[in-house]
């Protein structure tokens, strides 16, 4: 029996291409001792599968139909528990992982192994030096960016990302899982959110990685999908505020829409200021 589990879902990304999984690969390579802590479950949801080195150490699962984070974290969960894994490590492909990231994340993990309250590790997020997550506290504007000297366990409630963070198992199954309406964008705030409403704590590791956001890698202008995750992810951000925010919240937030969407007009964007118009007058479907 392992404490950790580890996911890393792919998308159109080989192994030799996802800079976390190298990493963790490099890791296995350099600390053979590794494997006695950790699993690694590699879910594929690229069209067709990619080619499995022999050196991987892991289980590798391949899906073209992809369904999305939700359902792939949900069935890691299973896996989990069904090992006996007090955690389950959540990456995406393109996050830069480091030794020290590894080395604090097994030292954390033995520390808080029967600290219930403590529900999750989570390192710095940086791109390009700028930080992504955690942000504090999680309902504000404008958003606050958490001190980047910032360690230990935290009161506040905070806006955490998925890749790097570490979740306890049994914390996840009290809240039902990930919850599935959030099948792609929001799904970490959701699942965060739910995490610390009932008592959970979030610890702030000391460690900082690099992560390639991947919204910020499509080209609003020129790729295709833009639009349809741009539609996804206004209604996947509705949803979260109007099942976790406040009417107060909920107020300011469909102003926020408002105001994009007058900016997107002036800057003549019309179809993204109608997707933005849209988020803002219409309840947000199941």
Not at 43 to 64: C, E, I, K
Request: glycine share 4%; net charge neutral.
């Amino acid at each position: 029996m392992k404490p950790i589990l580890a996911l890393i879902v792919l998308y159109n990304n080989s192994f030799e291409q996802s800079l976390s999984l190298e990493a963790l690969r490099t890791r296995f390579r350099e600390c053979p001792k590794l494997e006695d802590v950790l699993d690694l479950l590699v879910v594929d949801n690229s069209a067709f599968p990619h080619p499995v080195p022999q050196d991987f150490a892991g289980t590798y699962l391949h899906d073209g139909t992809n369904p999305g984070l939700a359902r792939r974290y949900n069935s890691a969960l299973t896996l989990a528990a069904q090992q006996g894994a007090t955690w389950l490590m959540l990456l995406d492909q393109d996050t830069t992982l480091t030794d020290a990231y590894f080395d604090e994340v097994l030292e954390l993990c033995a520390r808080f192994a029967n600290e219930k309250q403590v529900v999750a590790l989570a390192p710095k997020l940086l791109e390009n030096d700028q930080l992504q997550s955690p942000h504090l506290p999680l309902f504000q504007s404008p958003e606050t960016t958490l001190d980047l000297r910032t360690v230990g366990v935290q009161q506040a409630l905070l806006r955490v990302y998925n890749s790097g963070a570490v979740v306890r198992v049994s914390a996840l199954q009290a809240i039902g899982g990930f919850p599935e309406e959030y099948w792609l964008d929001y799904l970490d705030h959701a699942t965060f959110h739910r995490l610390q409403a009932v008592g959970g704590r979030v610890y702030v590791m000391k460690s900082q990685v690099q992560h390639q956001m991947s919204i910020h890698q499509q080209d609003r202008h020129l790729d295709p999908a833009r639009t349809a995750r741009h539609k996804n992810q206004l209604a996947a951000e509705v949803l979260f505020y109007r099942e976790h925010g406040s009417p107060h919240q909920q107020r300011s937030h469909r102003k926020y829409l408002i105001h994009e969407a007058l900016r997107s007009t002036l800057q003549g964007s019309f179809a993204e200021a109608r997707r933005f118009l849209t988020a803002a007058l219409t309840p947000p479907t199941r």
